[in-house]
Structures are given as C-alpha cells and as structure tokens.
C-alpha cells in the first residue's frame, strides 16, 4: 500500500466536483435515499474516472489512494447533500487553507530582493524566512476576519473568567486524548515521535527564541484563524465542524513530512488538539478562548523544550 499527492487529488476532485455543483446550482434536493444513492454513485464512477485519467496522464496509479479518498470525499458528500456542510460557504474555507499551505512562497520575496542561497541557508535564516511568510499571512487574515477580532475581544474580556474556564476544560481532554493516543502509537510502532515534532525540536534546538516566537505567537493566531473561524461557517453540525476541524489540523501536521503510512498515526493526537480548540471556539463563540488556550499550549511545551536543552546530566 503506498499513498500518493497525485492520486489523491485527481481522485478528490473527481469526488467532489459532481456534488459540490449539483448542490451550488440547486439541480437536487436533500432527501436521505437520494443522498445516498447520489453519493454511492458518484463514489462508483469517480472511482473509474480517477483510475483511467491517471493511467493516461502516465502517473502510477495507487489503489490504496485512490480508494480511500474516494470514500473520504464520499462521505464529505453525503452532509454537502444533506446540508449539513453548506457548498456556497465552502469555497471561503477552502481558499484559506489553500492560503495557508501556500504562504511559503511569501518567502521568495526576502530570497529574490536580498539573493539569498537557499542551498546555503542557516537553520537562523529558515526562521527568519518564516517569521516574514507567517507576518504576511498574519496581516492577511487580520485584515479578512478584523471586525470579528475586534467584536471578539470586547466579548473575551467581558467574560474572561467563564472563556476560560471552558478553555481549560476542553484543554484538559485534549491533552487526555493527545497522551494517550501517542502512547499507544509508541506501542504500536519503532518512531518515538512524529516527523513533524522531530523537525519543531530540530529548529527548537538550533534557535529557540526565533522558535518561541513561531509556535507561542504565529502559530496559535494563524491556525485558529484558518482552521476554526474560517471553517465554522461552512458547517452547521456542531461536532461535524470539530470533527473537520481536527482532521484537516491534524493532517497538515503530518501529510507534508510523513515517510511511511504509520505516520498517518500521529492525524490523531494532533487531531485532537485541533477537536477541542474547535469545541472551545463553538461553545464560547470567542476566536480568543482557543487562540490563548493554543498560545499557552504551544508556548508550555516550547519552554521546556528549551529548558531540557540546557540541563546539564
């Protein structure tokens, strides 16, 4: 079994275009055997068309791959017929996920005006690079949801002690599921940790103030920018927004830097966290309760790995 980009989205595509165009031009009501018949059917032939264009395209074809997204994106289907999952917002949320995947390339701004040699780059100026990128698209995204920041703020200090109150709550699981589930992943397989942390503590140990900066500050603001606010509006299900939520978190954590499909593993204890800043943004309707629960999180972790770096046995 081996998972492939490619396949993946040609097969996603072919998945969910059909139904996302039915659903926008409102050429099929929402009625549950209608749903399911629609959504077995498009799964049936997206499945042939994914496995024909990519044969012609001269692309190895991954069964594996092109199975499981096509019963993913069925599934996404089923609550876009259901209207669960609303199709017109969708286009918002996922042009802002796309934003944040593509917002690297804000780096080749620094790189052209100054001639940097990417080949030659210290861990510093990776950092550096990605301070810059991260301000961007933090400016970006300021600009897009600031009525909702600055609604929020007057909210979050009002009820201060009640956000976080809930915050901790929802933290508290998160952390209960985020251990546990690495636990049994450490059981489960020889990796001790995720490529992606493997990566953090890399960068953690060759500068760890411009790291702080990164994961106690940009992170927290971009991620629940992006993964919470711009998603809650294209979902009216409450634990099927969460649920999104973590799964896209978590799977950003990992897709760009797994090796083996066992890193696939690590979806859920990153997953989680994402679960539960989601819960807290639904439950208080404050963007603030999850970005300073995700800051402190982030922030927590950060310092002691700093720390441990300094510890003399």
Excluded at 15 to 40: A, E, G, H, Q
Aim: hydrophobic share 50%; aromatic share 16%; proline share 2%.
């Amino acid at each position: 079994m081996n998972f492939d980009g490619f396949n993946f989205l040609v097969t996603l595509i072919f998945t969910l275009l059909p139904v996302c165009i039915l659903k926008w031009k409102d050429l099929i009501t929402s009625d549950k055997k209608m749903n399911i018949l629609v959504t077995l059917s498009v799964m049936f032939i997206s499945s042939l068309c994914s496995y024909y264009f990519i044969g012609y395209s001269k692309n190895s074809i991954s069964l594996f791959t092109i199975g499981a997204t096509s019963l993913f994106g069925s599934i996404i289907n089923y609550y876009i017929l259901s209207e669960k999952i609303l199709v017109k917002k969708l286009p918002f949320s996922l042009g802002l996920i796309l934003l944040f995947i593509l917002s690297d390339l804000f780096q080749l701004i620094p790189i052209s005006l100054f001639d940097i040699d990417i080949k030659k780059m210290s861990h510093n100026m990776e950092l550096y690079l990605t301070i810059f990128n991260n301000f961007i698209l933090m400016l970006i995204l300021l600009f897009i949801f600031r009525k909702r920041i600055i609604s929020d703020f007057k909210d979050f200090k009002d009820s201060f002690n009640k956000n976080i109150e809930i915050g901790f709550k929802y933290w508290f699981i998160g952390m209960a599921l985020m251990v546990g589930s690495n636990l049994i992943i450490m059981l489960l397989t020889p990796s001790k940790v995720s490529n992606n942390e493997e990566a953090v503590r890399s960068l953690i140990e060759a500068s760890p103030y411009l790291s702080l900066i990164l994961t106690a500050i940009f992170a927290p603001i971009l991620e629940e920018l992006v993964f919470r606010v711009g998603l809650k509006e294209s979902f009216k299900s409450k634990y099927l927004f969460c649920i999104a939520s973590g799964l896209i978190f978590g799977l950003l954590h990992v897709v760009f830097s797994y090796t083996t499909l066992t890193d696939f593993l690590y979806v859920v204890p990153y997953g989680s966290l994402g679960f539960v800043f989601a819960m807290m943004l639904y439950d208080t309707k404050n963007i603030y309760t999850s970005m300073a629960m995700h800051m402190a999180h982030n922030s927590f972790f950060t310092i002691v790995q700093i720390l441990s770096l300094t510890v003399v046995f």
